[in-house]
């Protein structure tokens, strides 16, 4: 069973960053690792995406160029780097993992999900 544990949220202003971090245990059996969020009242929806074996990456439009998502395979750790941070990036966000064959940024291939970490960008 994977196990997938968020850190690295917090409050911040709009214009600063936050890097989080997964810790995948054990590292993903799938073909997809990936970061989430969900803000209150809205669904859950894929921010940044990477494959497990090479690192191809998928981001969604509105964090194009202001995060990114890098992970190293041999300390089972994912990150996402979030700069120029915005208010409307408030939420929590999640680490997931699974075996797709579609769309990486959609949340229903995922098989494996972490409880989540806060982030709070004020204006």
């Known amino acids: 069973q994977v196990q997938l544990v968020e850190s690295g949220g917090g409050s911040v202003q709009a214009g600063g960053s936050l890097r989080l971090t997964c810790v995948a245990s054990p590292w993903t059996g799938g073909n997809f690792i990936g970061w989430f969020r969900q803000a209150p009242g809205n669904q859950r929806g894929g921010v940044a995406a990477?494959?497990?074996?090479?690192?191809?990456?998928y981001y969604a439009d509105s964090v194009k160029g202001r995060f990114t998502i890098s992970k190293d395979n041999a300390k089972n750790m994912l990150y996402l780097q979030m700069n120029s941070l915005k208010p409307e990036d408030t939420g929590m966000y999640y680490c997931a993992s699974g075996l797709l064959l579609g769309n990486p940024l959609l949340t229903g291939g995922y098989q494996h999900w972490g409880q989540g970490t806060q982030v709070t960008v004020s204006s």
């Open positions: 990477i494959t497990t074996s090479v690192d191809v990456t």
